[in-house]
T-cell receptor
Framework: DAGVIQSPRHEVTEMGQEVTLRCKPI?????LFWYRQTMMRGLELLIY????????DSGMPEDRFSAKMPNASFSTLKIQPSEPRDSAVYFC????????????FGPGTRLTVT | TQLLEQSPQFLSIQEGENLTVYCNSS?????LQWYRQEPGEGPVLLVT?????EVKKLKRLTFQFGDARKDSSLHITAAQPGDTGLYLC???????????FGAGTRLFVKA
């Protein structure tokens, strides 16, 4: 298995632009997680899905952030409009089960908003 | 708010030295995990502990879960440059699906 796939690996955009991050989880995993990592705040859970349904989005910072999972093999995280404080590394992870199960992380997308 | 505090935040040591990093919380967890993250990559699971007082060994790494399941430690014997990375602990509660991550300990092992 190729593992969790994320694209793009790097994204540089100007403030106000729309940004879309993409994730393909490991086949057969029922849970998908989106995290944001910064030096100041560490690894923060933004939202997670179970069987394509959003379960907890309490970590989504603002209405500018939205996430979708149209099918079991694809998810997107969208930021519109983007701001410089959104600059971070965004990780997608998937797991077979929920709480306490091993999460398999993708390589991350490094987002820079200028 | 459930928090996992990790200490130290940063550790720089010479190859061959031993070290211990800690993960503490006021909350009880049903399980606790340790991940290692290398630059430019996502975290990778090292171990999961579920029983209070449990000790697990992975080569030169020894993991312990506190008796009350509120804290954990990671001990590395004879550290090597390949151990360099960010060590994250993550706690989970039974019945809930949100895993809480600590801020991490950044370890640098000099050759």
């Amino acid at each position: 298995d190729a593992g969790v796939i994320q694209s793009p690996r790097h994204e540089v955009t100007e403030m106000g632009q729309e940004v879309t991050l993409r994730c393909k989880p490991i086949s057969g995993h029922d849970y998908l997680f989106w995290y944001r990592q910064t030096m100041m705040r560490g690894l923060e859970l933004l939202i997670y899905f179970n069987n394509n349904v959003p379960i907890d989005d309490s970590g989504m910072p603002e209405d500018r952030f939205s996430a979708k999972m149209p099918n079991a093999s694809f998810s997107t995280l969208k930021i519109q409009p983007s701001e410089p404080r959104d600059s971070a590394v965004y990780f997608c992870a998937s797991s077979l089960q929920g709480s306490g199960a091993e999460q398999y992380f993708g390589p991350g997308t490094r987002l820079t908003v200028t | 708010t459930q928090l996992l505090e990790q200490s130290p935040q940063f550790l720089s040591i010479q190859e061959g030295e031993n070290l211990t990093v800690y993960c503490n919380s006021s909350s009880v967890f049903s399980s606790l995990q340790w991940y290692r993250q290398e630059p430019g990559e996502g975290p990778v699971l090292l171990v999961t502990v579920v029983t209070g007082g449990e000790v697990k060994k992975l080569k030169r790494l020894t993991f312990q879960f506190g008796d009350a399941r509120k804290d954990s430690s990671l001990h590395i014997t004879a550290a090597q440059p390949g151990d360099t990375g960010l060590y994250l602990c993550a706690g989970a509660h039974g019945g809930g699906f949100k895993t809480i991550f600590g801020a991490g300990t950044r370890l640098f092992v000099k050759a």
